[in-house]
């Protein structure tokens, strides 16, 4: 929830985020190719897809459950995969977003060093 509300709220003082970093939306040099090829990476970053099928022999009715199962962890993933994009962006440009260690050097370049290190400990967990 920090990530988010960080990068989302409305500028001010303590506020870094620029919805101006929003403007191309989407980048001329990527363009829907672009968008469709990093749609098909994070893909397989999900977390919990596969979880739901290792899983998915312990429930009660698997022919019911696991496609259910696999579409609300998708569904809910890609929500939060989109949220966190729009939050990192809006703290940096794009061009500037670190592709080793995102959310801590955006904060860390916004002057929010607590928040760097509090990121940087969280992605190390």
Same mark, same amino acid.
């Not at 001010?12 to 506020?15: I, K, L, T």
């Not at 990093?38 to 994070?42: T, Y």
């Given at each position: 929830g920090f990530l988010l509300a960080s990068g989302v709220l409305p500028n001010?003082? @303590? +506020?870094p985020a620029s919805f101006s970093n929003w403007d191309p939306f989407i980048p001329p040099e990527f363009g829907p190719k672009g968008v469709v090829e990093?749609? *098909? #990476? #994070?893909f397989f970053a999900y977390i919990g897809f596969d979880q739901v099928c290792n899983l998915s022999g312990e429930v009660k009715n698997p +022919?019911? @459950?696991v496609p259910r199962a696999v579409m609300? !962890? /998708?569904m809910i993933d890609t929500v939060i995969?989109? /949220?966190a994009a729009l939050a990192l962006t809006a703290l940096l440009p794009y061009e500037q977003i670190s !592709? +080793? *260690?995102g959310f801590p050097e955006a904060f860390g370049a916004n002057g929010w060093i607590w928040a760097e290190r509090l990121t940087a400990i969280g992605e190390i967990l």
């Open positions: 001010s003082e @303590d +506020v990093g749609a *098909s #990476i #994070i +022919v019911k @459950d609300y !962890t /998708l995969y989109m /949220l !592709t +080793v *260690s």
